[in-house]
């Protein structure tokens, strides 16, 4: 069994921080790479910020030079540090990461989501 929790959502003022977590646990051998999508209602689900085992980022535009998103390898832990809020980035916030498991397979495992909600 393999779980992502994610933690650190809430509401904020716009222009405001929150930094999300998302840990990992269970039946893992390591983690390939990790990320943060989000999905506002009425919306599909997007890509907020990627991240491999080794560092490399990716972030969507509309974050760009907002958020910075980072990992803990030995802790299995993902962040997403998110500055200069606006009431746009208002979404739950998912976290999901490729694993491979201590039984060998590879799979891609989600967390529960964490809201989060700008105010303006």
């Known amino acids: 069994q393999v779980q992502l929790v994610e933690s650190g959502g809430g509401l904020v003022q716009a222009g405001g921080s929150l930094r999300l977590s998302c840990a990992a646990s269970?039946?893992?051998?390591?983690?390939?790479?990790m990320a943060w999508y989000r999905q506002a209602p009425g919306k599909q689900r997007e890509l907020v910020a990627g991240i491999t085992r080794g560092g490399s980022t990716n972030y969507a535009d509309s974050v760009k030079g907002r958020f910075t998103i980072s990992r803990d390898n030995a802790k299995n832990t993902v962040y997403l540090q998110m500055n200069s809020l606006k009431p746009e980035d208002t979404a739950v916030y998912y976290c999901n990461a490729e694993i491979i498991t201590t039984w060998g397979t590879i799979l891609l495992y989600w967390g529960q989501g964490t809201q989060v909600t700008v105010s303006s």
């Open positions: 269970g039946s893992i051998s390591s983690i390939n790479a």
